[in-house]
């Protein structure tokens, strides 16, 4: 009787830890044969990212083309020239990820979505103050000027034309930066940590030059 | 050896072959016990483990995926290889040329209209560029769309690239037109516009997805 119960509780033992190794096992086949770099999906950051900034330098675009068209200090024009060539040209980047994934353009959720998910666990940057539920999604994204904003751009001219411009796009690029800032801790993809990682740097010398091109129009 | 060992009497024989046959009986049983556990044991474990495979395979790899070129569209109405040359300041008859009721592509005026909400009817040779831009126009007729149902439309497409009309004498309650491709709609709640949205909004479909939607005419009766 004594023997037969050791002879149980040594199966059990082994079937116990052969399920353990099985079902380990199964979970790291079942990771890696869904590819080490799986393309985005249409939920995750890195499309959120490509979309949002997508109707982020959009209008970063606009607004540079409206000013062009109300200055002629050559400063302001190079300015605007150079914000809306390249943010055009970074839109097409983002415009065909979303093809190359084979994702839809339209986002299946609210803007911004994305960037209220929870930032990944281990991420050293976790501390990094944003609300942790979906549900905060702000109504309006990080920095773009309202219609009535750029309605009031239109009216004006000169000084006053380029001041408010600069004040609208300190503030566009100050969002951009939050922006490309929420998918670099959220993401190691790398054509897109690429891209966020040089709007970054490129939007946060912008804004220093602006807010120099500012102060000599006070 | 005794005797009484070596001669044992007929009923202690039957007595040893039938404790003998019962030990058989409890071995076998045993075994097959045993072997009835590892059998269900083994089975969970098994089950386990593909379910392991399964569950880390969906979550890792992806939510269900279609390509927006292969979203199906039901009563979809394709005009393909539309031409689109800028024609100012002579219209176009898009139900002549191309068959359509409410335009969905063709030769258009330089001017594109300026994305946005409208409470008018705007002028199609201006609409058609902004569909060339990549644009999806939804229009409605104001003789059958209440209020509500505008406010639902506006609320059911995305704030950039589209543009939202009136269209009087439109042979649907709703519509929505891209480049090359339309639905009609008798609700503003049919399914069918989110599909036409990831199908066909700013559409590598369209001639030059993703050029400017502002910036150009802005028509009668903006509203946002």
Not at chain 2, 211 to 220: D, I, V
Request: net charge negative; with cysteine; proline share 7%.
């Amino acid at each position: 009787m004594s023997h037969s119960q050791r002879s149980t509780g040594l199966t059990a033992f082994v079937v116990t830890v052969l399920a353990v190794v099985l079902v380990a096992g199964s979970l790291i086949i079942g990771r890696t044969s869904a590819g080490a770099d799986p393309q985005p999906t249409t939920r995750s950051a890195e499309a959120g990212f490509a979309r949002d900034m997508q109707v982020h330098h959009d209008q970063a675009v606009e607004m540079s083309m409206i000013v062009r068209d109300l200055t002629e200090s050559p400063d302001i024009r190079l300015l605007a020239y150079d914000i809306a060539t390249s943010q055009s040209q970074q839109a097409g980047q983002m415009f065909g990820w979303l093809a190359t994934w084979g994702l839809p353009q339209a986002s299946p959720e609210p803007p911004m979505t994305w960037m209220h998910r929870p930032i990944p666990q281990g991420d050293s940057h976790a501390a990094h103050n944003l609300p942790a539920a979906v549900g905060e999604v702000p109504a309006v994204m990080p920095g773009m000027a309202t219609r009535a904003q750029l309605d009031e751009l239109r009216t004006l001219s000169g000084i006053a034309a380029e001041r408010m411009f600069l004040e609208l796009m300190i503030a566009h690029h100050e969002g951009g930066v939050d922006m490309a800032d929420a998918v670099l801790e959220r993401s190691d993809y790398p054509v897109v940590t690429d891209l966020a990682g040089s709007i970054t740097k490129a939007q946060q010398s912008e804004i220093q030059l602006m807010e120099e091109l500012l102060a000599a129009r006070t | 050896m005794s005797e009484s060992a070596d001669r044992k009497t007929t009923k202690q024989q039957r007595a040893e072959a039938r404790a003998e046959k019962v030990r058989a009986h409890q071995q076998q049983e045993a075994a097959r016990k045993r072997n009835r556990r590892i059998a269900t044991v083994s089975g969970a474990v098994g089950g386990a483990a593909v379910l392991a495979l399964v569950v880390t395979f969906v979550v890792t790899s992806a939510e269900p995926q279609q390509r927006p070129q292969d979203i199906e569209i039901a009563g979809l109405k394709e005009f393909p290889n539309l031409p689109a040359t800028h024609i100012d300041p002579s219209p176009v008859d898009y139900q002549k040329s191309y068959g359509m009721e409410v335009p969905a592509g063709g030769d258009h005026s330089q001017i594109w209209l300026n994305c946005g909400v409208y409470n008018q009817p705007q002028q199609n040779e201006n609409a058609v560029h902004a569909l060339e831009h990549g644009a999806v126009w939804v229009t409605y007729d104001p003789q059958a769309a209440t209020e509500a149902d505008v406010e639902a439309l506006r609320a059911a497409i995305p704030d950039q690239y589209t543009i939202l009309s009136p269209y009087p004498g439109q042979p649907a309650p709703f519509m929505a037109s891209a480049w090359g491709a339309q639905i009609q709609m008798d609700t503003v709640s049919d399914d069918r516009l989110t599909q036409f949205i990831d199908r066909y909004w700013k559409s590598p479909n369209a001639p030059e997805p993703g050029a400017s939607c502002s910036g150009a005419l802005q028509g009668p009766g903006l509203v946002a």
